[in-house]
């Protein structure tokens, strides 16, 4: 048994794998186009592994994804693939209307295509998990939780390529049947996360006592959850979700990003006293356009339904990820080099 986990390279989809064929219980392959934010680094902990396979094609490309279906033969697709990063989106959406929307319809068509020529058990057992965000719903005043009924409001280029990237996953299951799923998640956390996302910017802005930019007046509130609790997530619910449904996924531990980058500046005083207190390089810099005041997510269908709840606590998780940081400097040179020399100095 073979399953698919597009955008494996990837923060979130490397995590995916990572577990996946540390499990052993299927061959895992990973498509990825490995952009900027992708790299074959992030898997080297499982590339030894029989149970790996890595194809690098762009989730666009029909006749490349077709091939691969035809060769593996899947037994469940987790359709990850993304360019996922909200500032680059203002800044070039052209890319994210390619990969999230013409890239997520090919992997359907695709898939489509692949699944209606099975048989029997095979064909009943097929899944395809589209992974998508809490920021397809806009944005929250100070009260209420975003849910599996909430209606669609996105506000940046990113989530609205997202956005439409859910409305076709579910129009291919009401219209033709595959057996579709989807997940909505709040902000991730943890090892691997690309040096361009709030947590990595402010690990390593710290480290190297460079200004810690925090946008507008930091009063933005995202609700943070730890990236293989995300991972287990999602094979639960390929697992055992109801085809055809969404699943909100989410952390229970809504921060504003002041207080966030706080929580990382006393972490980082606890292991370089020398340096405290980190939080005089905090710098309020020009807010990003169109930017969400709130995020926080309802995930009690899928904790009462299928029985997942989160391994980590907030605090818990922030110190392990800041300890992967320093301990992994190396991947972040090796990710990030000219990102990280322009960001980092
Ligand atoms: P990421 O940017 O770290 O990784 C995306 C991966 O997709 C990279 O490896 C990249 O090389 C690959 N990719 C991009 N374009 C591709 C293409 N055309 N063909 C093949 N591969 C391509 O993203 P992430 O943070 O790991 O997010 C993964 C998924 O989860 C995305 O769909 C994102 O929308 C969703 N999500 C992310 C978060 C979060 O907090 N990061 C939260 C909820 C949902
Ligand atoms: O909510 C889920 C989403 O979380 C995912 O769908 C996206 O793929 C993922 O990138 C993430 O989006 P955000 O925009 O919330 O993440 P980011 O790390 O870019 O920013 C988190 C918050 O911190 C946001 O309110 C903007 C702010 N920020 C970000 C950066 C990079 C800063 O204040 N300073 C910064 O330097």
Redesign the pocket.
């Known amino acids: 048994m073979t399953v698919f986990v597009t955008g494996g390279a990837g923060f979130i989809g490397s995590a995916l794998a990572r577990d996946l064929i540390d499990q052993g219980k299927e061959d895992v392959l990973i498509i990825d186009k490995l952009t900027y934010a992708g790299s074959l680094e992030s898997l080297k902990p499982v590339s030894n592994s029989p149970h790996y396979h890595f194809s690098q094609t762009d989730i666009c490309d029909r006749d490349g994804i077709g091939a691969l279906f035809t060769k593996y033969k899947p037994s469940a697709v987790y359709h990850l693939a993304?360019e996922?990063?909200?500032?680059r989106s203002i800044d070039g959406p052209a890319d994210f209307v390619q990969t999230n929307l013409v890239g997520t319809f090919t992997m359907l068509d695709a898939a489509y295509h692949y699944w209606r020529a099975l048989e029997g058990a095979t064909k009943e057992s097929f899944r395809f998990l589209h992974v998508?965000?809490?920021?397809v719903y806009g944005e929250l005043g100070p009260e209420g939780l975003f849910s599996e009924t909430s209606p669609y409001d996105p506000n940046?280029p990113?989530?609205a390529s997202?956005a439409g990237s859910d409305h076709l996953a579910r129009a291919w299951h009401r219209t033709y049947g595959l057996p579709v799923l989807v997940t909505n998640?709040?902000?991730?956390y943890g090892p691997y996360q690309f040096p361009?996302?709030?947590?990595p910017?402010?690990i390593l802005n710290c480290l190297k006592s460079k200004e810690?930019?925090?946008?507008?007046k930091?009063e933005?509130?995202?609700?943070w959850l730890y990236v293989e609790d995300h991972a287990a997530a999602l094979q639960q619910v390929v697992a055992s979700g109801e085809i055809g449904e969404t699943y909100m996924i989410g952390g229970r531990a809504e921060r504003t990003?002041i207080d966030?980058?706080r929580s990382i500046c006393k972490i980082m005083d606890k292991k370089f006293p020398e340096k405290a207190p980190h939080e005089d390089l905090i710098r309020f810099?020009t807010d990003?356009p169109g930017?969400?005041a709130r995020?926080a997510v309802d995930c009690s269908k899928i904790e009462a339904e299928l029985g997942w709840s989160q391994s980590l606590d907030l605090e818990t998780g922030l110190e392990k990820t800041v300890d992967w940081y320093l301990e992994n400097l190396d991947w972040v040179k090796a990710v990030a080099a000219d990102y990280t020399q322009e960001r980092l100095g």
Request: glycine share 4%.
């Open positions: 993304a996922s990063h909200v500032d998508s965000t809490d920021e940046s990113y989530s997202k998640c709040s902000n991730n361009e996302k709030l947590l910017v402010i810690l930019p925090v946008y507008g930091g933005n509130i995202r609700d990003n966030m980058v810099v990003r930017h969400d995020y």
